[in-house]
Nanobody, 128 residues
Framework: QVQLVESGGGLVQAGGSLRLSCAAS????????MGWFRQAPGKEREFVVA????????AYADSVKGRFTISRDNAKNTVYLQMNSLKPEDTAVYYC?????????????????????WGQGTQVTVSS
């Protein structure tokens, strides 16, 4: 049984930082690309960032470039999202997801519908 468990969310003031973790089990973690998505109240889910199997390539949404950093530790079956300079508009439930298929283009890793497994989400609230 595949499980993705996010942690590290919480309440932070604008300009602050949070580090999210997503621990994976029940799959061969190193063979999956990993992505982070978020959904704010009343809005559709949106792509945040993705990282390929080896960690050698990443893709970021324009809204988080320069502020968020994704990384992974294949030995610990964990992917991380370091979020700095947080803004109120970053407030959302953050989800991690795992994608088995290999794509040449990073574009496909930005599409939520292509991911195989999802976590339950962790709430991030940024106060102004």
């Amino acid at each position: 049984q595949v499980q993705l468990v996010e942690s590290g969310g919480g309440l932070v003031q604008a300009g602050g930082s949070l580090r999210l973790s997503c621990a994976a089990s029940g799959l061969t973690f190193s063979t999956y690309a990993m992505g982070w998505f978020r959904q704010a109240p009343g809005k559709e889910r949106e792509f945040v960032v993705a990282i390929r199997r080896s960690g050698g390539s990443t893709a970021y949404a324009d809204s988080v470039k320069g502020r968020f950093t994704i990384s992974r530790d294949n030995a610990k079956n964990t992917v991380y999202l370091q979020m700095n300079s947080l803004k109120p508009e970053d407030t959302a439930v953050y989800y991690c997801a795992a994608e088995k298929k290999y794509y040449i283009s990073d574009y496909y890793y930005t599409r939520g519908q292509d991911y195989d497994y999802w976590g339950q989400g962790t709430q991030v609230t940024v106060s102004s």
